[in-house]
C-alpha cells in the first residue's frame, strides 16, 4: 500500500503530544468518569494479532504508531487468554467483560439454535432490524450475553452522561464490545461496505453515516495494494466470488489494509460528528479492526502480505492517533490495544519444520462423526448427529431423541466419535457444567470456555498445529499461539515500561474501570494492573498550577 504523504510537522506535533502526556505523570490529580478525566477511553482490538507481532517487527515501526504504546505506554508481552474457545466474539466480549465464556455466555460465534433447527450467530436478533441495509433482514443486539460490559458500567456510573460507541468490519465485533447501553454500533454490509446498525440502537442512520455510506465505499475499489518495495500484495478489483456471484466489500477490500483505512476514516467521522471526548463525563470508544483476520486465514501469519499488514498498520495507527491529539489532546486520551486471539502457522509451513500439523476439512471429519454415530445408534438410516464447527460440535437433539439418548450420554458418544475422527480428547457441556475437569491448566481452559447457550455440545481438544479448514489456516486451539495477544495501554495513570509478568485479557477491563472510579463490570475476574501504574505525585503547590495537566 502507497503510504499517504506526511509532513514532518506532522509527527513532530504527534511527539510532542506524547511527551506532553508523559510529562504529565508528575502533575496531581485524579482520574474520574463522573468528570470527565480522560475526556476519551480508546480500545482498539486487532482481529487475529498474535501476542509475537509487535516484537517480531518492533524495530520496523515508526515512532508515533504501535511505538506510542510500547515506548510510551505500559506494555504486557505475556498476555493471554485463559480458556480454549479462541473466537472473535468469546474475545471481544472477553476484553469488554473482564470475564470468560463461563461468565459473559458466548462460546463461540454461532451456534445451534434447537427451537430453530439451524445455527444462529452470537448476535442476530430477531426482534431488531438491520438498519442501512436494502434487503430487510434482522438486525443484531447484545442480548446474548449474560454480563454487563465496561460501556454498561460508564454509563451506570454517569447516569448515561458517558457516550459509548463501538465499530467494526464484523457485527458481533461491535456489537458485544458496546454492550446494552452502547449509544450507538456499527458494523458493514458484506456487500457494499455500506455501514449499518440495528434498530436495537436506532431506527435509521445518522445523516453523516448516510453521507458517508453515499461517497466513501467507492473509493476503495480498484487500487492495489503494495509494500514498500513496490510488490503488489494484492488488489481491490471486482472478482468472482465463491458463490458465482461477485465477491463483496468484505471479502475483496476487507483482505487488504484498505480495510483499516476505511475503518479509520469511519472512526474520525465518528468522533468529529458525535462530538466523542467533549462531554461532561468519559467516552468510551471500540475500533475493532477485522482485515487482520480476513487476510490472515488465507495468509497465514508468517506471510509478507502479513507482515506488510502490520506496518501499514502503524502508519495508520500513527495517523489516528495524531488526529485523537488534534482534536481532543493525548493528555486527556486513554488507548488500550489488544487482540481477540491469535492463530496458528499455516500447517504447511509447520511440516515443513517437522512439527505436526494438519489441514483437516471440516467436512470430512463432520462425516466421519456423523457415520460413527449412525452405525452406533441408527445402522442403515443415515442421520446428521451433529454440525461441526471444528473443533466444536453442535449435537442434534431430536436425532439422539430418536435414539432414545439423553444429553449427558448423547455429549459422551459424540466425544468418542470425535477421538475416532482424530482429535486428541473431548469436554462435553455437561462435563463443564459440572466442573467434572482435571485440576490441570488445561482443564480450567476448557472450564472457562463453558456456556449455557447452545443447547448441547461438545469441546474437542485438536492436535497442534492442526486446524478445520482444508486449506489457509485457524484459531480456536487452548494453544499459545491462539491465546497470546498484545496488551498495551497508554496513557496519565500508567508508567511507561515493558511488564512481563503473566497477565490475562480479563485484566484490561477492570483496569480501566478502576483508574476511572466506577465499578468494574458485573463478572470480571481480572484485577487491577497495579504493576503499571505510575507512582502517586504529591504536589508542591496549588491553584492553577496545581491543576495543569491533571486527567
Known amino acids: 500500500m502507497r503510504s499517504s504523504p506526511r509532513s514532518v510537522a506532522d509527527y513532530f506535533i504527534l511527539f510532542l503530544l506524547a511527551l506532553a502526556a508523559v510529562l504529565s505523570f508528575s502533575a496531581p490529580g485524579f482520574s474520574s468518569a463522573y468528570n470527565g478525566h480522560p475526556k476519551l477511553i480508546v480500545v482498539i482490538v486487532i482481529d487475529q494479532f498474535r501476542g509475537d507481532y509487535l516484537e517480531r517487527y518492533r524495530d520496523q515501526f515508526g515512532d ?37 465464556s463461563n461468565g459473559h455466555g458466548i462460546v463461540a460465534n454461532e451456534w445451534w439454535d434447537p427451537s430453530k433447527k439451524r445455527m444462529v450467530t452470537s448476535v442476530e436478533d430477531d426482534a431488531t432490524k438491520l438498519v442501512g441495509a436494502a434487503e430487510d433482514k434482522a438486525g443484531a443486539s447484545p442480548h446474548n450475553l449474560l454480563a454487563d460490559t465496561l460501556g454498561d458500567e460508564l454509563k451506570l456510573a454517569t447516569q448515561g452522561q458517558s457516550r459509548v460507541f463501538a465499530l467494526s468490519l464484523k457485527d458481533r465485533a461491535a456489537v458485544l464490545p458496546g454492550g446494552f447501553a452502547a449509544d450507538a454500533a456499527y458494523w458493514i454490509e458484506p456487500k457494499t461496505g455500506a455501514w449499518v446498525t440495528s434498530t436495537y440502537y436506532r431506527n435509521e442512520l445518522p445523516r453523516w453515516v448516510q453521507d458517508f455510506n453515499s461517497s466513501r465505499p467507492p473509493k476503495y475499489w480498484d487500487r492495489e495494494w503494495k509494500d514498500a518495495q513496490g510488490k503488489l500484495l494484492g488488489s481491490t478489483a471486482h472478482r468472482g466470488g465463491k458463490k458465482s456471484s461477485d465477491a463483496g466489500f468484505y471479502e475483496v477490500v476487507g483482505s487488504t489494509a484498505f480495510g483499516n483505512d476505511y475503518e479509520f476514516e469511519f472512526a474520525r467521522e465518528l468522533v468529529v460528528y458525535e462530538n466523542v471526548g467533549r462531554g461532561p463525563a468519559t467516552d468510551l470508544l471500540s475500533i475493532s479492526l477485522s482485515p487482520n483476520d480476513i487476510l490472515g486465514h488465507q495468509a497465514g501469519p508468517d506471510s509478507p502480505a502479513m507482515r506488510q499488514m502490520a506496518l501499514d498498520l502503524d502508519r495508520q495507527l500513527a495517523d489516528f492517533f495524531n488526529f485523537l491529539g488534534h482534536q481532543i489532546g493525548l493528555a486527556d486520551v486513554w488507548i488500550a490495544l489488544s487482540a481477540d486471539h491469535g492463530v496458528s502457522a499455516m500447517p504447511d509451513v509447520a511440516k515443513k519444520l517437522r ?7 471440516v467436512a470430512k471429519v463432520e462425516a466421519q462423526i456423523n457415520a460413527a454415530l449412525t452405525a452406533k445408534f441408527s445402522p442403515g438410516h443415515a442421520a446428521a448427529y451433529v454440525k461441526l464447527d471444528y473443533p466444536l460440535a453442535w449435537l442434534d437433539q431430536d436425532a439422539f431423541a430418536a435414539a432414545h439418548l439423553k444429553e449427558r450420554e448423547a455429549e459422551r458418544a459424540v466425544g468418542e466419535a470425535m477421538k475416532q475422527a482424530g482429535l486428541r480428547d473431548f469436554y462435553t457441556k455437561s462435563q463443564l457444567a459440572e466442573g467434572e475437569v482435571p485440576d490441570t491448566a488445561l ?30 489456516t485457524d484459531h480456536v486451539s487452548p494453544y499459545n499461539y491462539d491465546t497470546h495477544v498484545p496488551l498495551a495501554i497508554y496513557g496519565l495513570p500508567f508508567q511507561p515500561g515493558t511488564y512481563r509478568t503473566s497477565v490475562e485479557t480479563v485484566d484490561l477491563a477492570p483496569t480501566l474501570a478502576s483508574l476511572v472510579g466506577i465499578n468494574a463490570p458485573t463478572h470480571s475476574v481480572g484485577r487491577v494492573l497495579t504493576e503499571a501504574l505510575a507512582p502517586a505525585h504529591h504536589a508542591a503547590s496549588s491553584g492553577a498550577n496545581a491543576g495543569e495537566g491533571q486527567p
Open 355 to 361: 512439527i505436526p500439523a494438519a489441514n483437516l476439512g
Open 64 to 100: 508515533a504508531g504501535f511505538r506510542l504504546l510500547l515506548d510510551h505506554g505500559a506494555y504486557f508481552p505475556n498476555c493471554n487468554f485463559n480458556y480454549a474457545n479462541t473466537r472473535t466474539a468469546p474475545g471481544h466480549s472477553t476484553l469488554f467483560t473482564g470475564a470468560y
Open 443 to 472: 482443564g480450567r481452559k476448557y472450564l472457562n470456555s463453558y456456556s449455557p447457550e447452545g443447547g448441547w455440545y461438545v469441546m474437542g481438544v485438536p492436535d497442534i498445529y492442526t486446524v478445520g479448514p482444508g486449506s489457509g
